[in-house]
């Protein structure tokens, strides 16, 4: 039987007392889960207080504090998409999906504006935590585009992750104005919806450039 590196020479001291092999066998079983469940643990990453974090961290007890949180962390994709789009602008091929984007961008840095007047309602600067999702998103179009050299399909994708983004952006917004509601900040919901409006709005035109014109010139692409 081989034995996996890490096995302390206790435990192989101890299992060579062990006449039966069976025994033996499911104790060294125990011994390396334990050590897999050790080495996960100490992989999760710790925050400050050295708790594993997540997305919803001991830190949120109030629905204040959630609307507060998704606020810091659509700020950070806000943020993140006006730096990923001009990337994609540049390689997008098709005129139509090329000026949707531009269009968007303008659009983008409205909703980081609009944002900012949000936290000043709350008595809050303007601040963002890290949002994994929006990261993922992101990384993974720039990975799909990288791969892709037919200009065509690659316009297709390119509609694919810009939607992928809108979709998430949908689901925050929409989350954060039915909270806001309920907190009574009608201010504030008036600014989110403005901003959900755009998002809905860009998400359509996206679908319509992509079943006019780009769909179809990828497909016929060889």
């Given amino acids: 039987m081989v034995l996996a590196r890490g096995v302390s020479i206790a435990i192989l001291s101890h299992l060579a007392s062990i006449k039966s092999i069976p025994h033996r066998t499911e104790l060294v079983a125990e011994y390396l889960v334990d050590q897999s469940d050790r080495q996960i643990s100490a992989a999760k990453p710790q925050s400050k207080k050295g708790r ?16 507060m949180h998704t606020l810091q962390d659509i700020y950070y994709a806000e943020n993140k998409i006006i730096q990923s789009l001009p990337q994609m602008i540049d390689t997008a091929s098709n005129p139509q ?63 694919a992750a810009a939607q992928a983004v809108e979709h998430y952006e949908i689901t925050r917004y929409g989350s954060l ?16 919806e403005q901003t959900l409006d755009e998002e809905k709005a860009a998400d359509k035109k996206l679908t319509a450039v992509a079943e006019s014109k780009v769909n179809p010139a990828a497909t016929r692409s060889p």
């Fill in 52 to 67: 594993a974090m997540g997305l919803f961290t001991k830190d949120i007890k109030t629905m204040d504090d959630l609307f």
């Fill in 97 to 159: 999906l090329k000026q949707g984007l531009k269009s968007h961008l303008g659009e983008t840095k409205n909703h980081v504006k609009r944002l900012e007047q949000v936290f000043k309602m709350q008595g809050q600067k303007p601040r963002s935590i890290d949002c994994p999702a929006i990261d993922g998103i992101v990384e993974e179009a720039e990975d799909v585009t990288g791969e892709v050299e037919d200009v065509d399909v690659l316009d297709a994708a390119i509609v």
């Fill in 177 to 192: 104005i039915a909270w806001a509601k309920q907190l009574g900040r009608a201010e504030c919901v008036s600014l989110l």
